[in-house]
C-alpha cells in the first residue's frame, strides 16, 4: 500500500519558548535606548533654552542671563513668587552675571548732546549789565575757542554752555550766546548787582536740564587761557581759591551765620572760596542753592556783616552756605585755577602749576619805569576793565610798553584783541554799542571763508 505524502507549500510556524525571550530582549534594548534618547534630548534641550518639558517659558533679560518661570505643581511656597504660583528658577551656585563696560570716545561735542565724558562739565556764565554785554562776547569767543582744542586732546571734559541773563528781558546776544533769561531779584533795590547772582541760578535750575552732571560757576570777566579740566575733587566741589576771603579774621561775624556755639578752629573750616569758578554737580547744587540765597540774603541785612564784607559779601555768603550744607567736607581748592594779574605776572603759579582761567577783575596801571602804581597821573600804560562801562573796548589795543615786566598783563591785551579782530562787526558795536550786522563784516568774513577753504584744500592735498 502506497503512503500519503506531505503536501507542499510554506512551512508552519510554531511559536516556541526561544521566540518569546528573543522578542522580549529586542523589545527591552529599543525601550531603554528610546528613553536615553529622550533624556538626552530634554537635558540638551534645557541647557540650550532654560528649561525643557510643557508649561515652561524662557525669557532673556539685559544681562545676558535666562530667566526661567515655571508652573509650580504640588511644590511648597517659598515667597520668590509673591503667592502668584510660580517660582523663577536660580542659576547655579557659581554662575556670575557679566556685565560689560563699554568706554564712549567723543570726538566731536555738540552743545545739547547728551552723549558726554562722565565728567564732563556746563559753563554757566551770570550776567547783567552793559560792562558784562562786550566782555561775555570775549569770554565766550575764549570758551569756544579753548573747547575746540580739549575735543582734540584724547580726553576732554568740557561740556554746553549756558549765559544766564538776569535782567527779565532778552538782549541783542540772544542768536550769538545760548542764553537764559532769568528775572532780577525782586524787592531789592539796590546797585549790588551781583546779589541777584543766587536768585538767578535757583530760577536757572528751575527752568533748565542740562545734559551734563555737573557745571562750573564763571563770570564774564574770566578769559579761558587753556582747556579746563573738572576740578571737582569725585562727587565733592573744586573751587578757585581767594586769599581775600578770610573767615576766620571775622570769627564773631562768621558765627552768627554757622552758630554763635561754634569755635574759632570750627571757623577756619569754612573755605577761602567764593560761587566763581566752582565745580559742582547738579544734585548738590539742589541743596546748596537756598541756603546760598538765605545766607546771602541774611548777610547783606546784618550791617556788621555787610560793612566788613561790602563787594565781597555774596562771596562770603557762598563760602559759609557750603559749611552751613556740610559740602565743605573734602571741597578740593585750587590755588591755580584763577590767576589774578597784575599780581599774578605769569601763565604759571609760584609751584610752576597752569593757570586756566585769567581775571579781569583788577586795573593794570603803570609808570614809566615799568612799575604798577595808583596814581592815574603818574601811569603811562593803563588797562582797567571799567573804563569801557559804556562803550566796548576798541580793537587793536596797544601793548605795555617793554619796561613793563608782567607776561599775564600782555596776555590780557592779546586776548581781547584776538576776539575783537574776530568777532563780528565790532567796529560798529563800539560806535553804537549795539550788535548789528555791517557790509564791512560780510566782506571781511567772505574773504576770510575764501582763504581759509584755499588753506583747507591745500592741506587735504598734502595729507593725501
Known sequence: MKQASTPKGKPRFRLRLEHAAVFFVVAAVLFFGYS????????????????????????????????????????????????DGQVVA????????????????????????????????????????????????????WFKKQRDACLREPACDMGGFTRVLHTGKPDDLMDEIPTVVVDPLPDRNTTYIVLNRPYAFMQWMKLVSIPEKYFVMCEADHLFMRPLPNFMNGEAAGAALFTYIVPWNYNDIVKKFIGKDKSDEEVKKVPQIGNSPTFISTEQFKVLAPIWYNTTME????????????????????????????????????????AHPPFDKEEVD???????????????????????????????????????????????????PEVVHNNLVRLIVGMINEATDALPCWDDYV??????????????????????????????????
Not at 534645557?46 to 511644590?75: K, P, W, Y
Not at 564712549?104 to 547783567?128: D, E, I
Not at 576770510?448 to 577753504?453: S, Y
Open 90 to 141: 536660580k542659576p547655579c551656585p557659581k554662575a556670575e552675571q557679566v556685565v560689560k563696560t563699554e568706554t564712549v570716545t567723543v570726538t566731536k561735542l555738540v552743545y545739547g548732546s547728551t552723549l558726554q565724558n562722565p565728567r564732563a562739565y556746563h559753563v554757566v556764565t551770570t550776567v547783567a549789565g552793559f560792562s558784562n554785554h562786550w566782555q561775555a562776547r570775549i569770554h565766550y569767543y
Open 299 to 338: 548777610i547783606f541785612d546784618d550791617k556788621e556783616a555787610h560793612d566788613a564784607w561790602n563787594w565781597v559779601l555774596e562771596m562770603y555768603g557762598y563760602a559759609i552756605a557750603t559749611y552751613r550744607a556740610g559740602q565743605h567736607v573734602n571741597m578740593r581748592v585750587v590755588p591755580n585755577m584763577l
Open 350 to 400: 609760584p609751584e610752576g602749576r597752569p593757570f586756566y582761567l585769567l581775571h579781569l577783575t583788577y586795573p593794570c596801571r603803570y609808570d614809566k619805569f615799568g612799575n604798577m602804581t595808583d596814581n592815574s597821573t603818574l601811569a603811562v600804560w593803563t588797562f582797567d576793565k571799567r573804563e569801557y562801562s559804556v562803550k566796548p573796548p576798541p580793537r587793536n589795543l596797544p601793548m605795555p
Open 431 to 464: 560806535a553804537t554799542s549795539k550788535v548789528n550786522k555791517c557790509a564791512h563784516h560780510t566782506a571781511q568774513t567772505g574773504a576770510k571763508a575764501e582763504e581759509a577753504a584755499a588753506i583747507a584744500g591745500g592741506a587735504t592735498k598734502v595729507v593725501t
Open 36 to 83: 536615553v534618547f529622550q533624556a538626552s534630548g530634554s537635558s540638551s534641550s534645557s541647557s540650550s533654552s532654560g528649561g525643557g518639558g510643557g508649561g515652561l517659558i524662557t525669557q532673556h533679560n539685559s544681562g545676558g542671563l535666562h530667566r526661567r518661570t515655571l508652573v509650580r505643581v504640588g511644590a511648597e511656597e517659598d515667597g520668590s513668587g509673591e503667592g
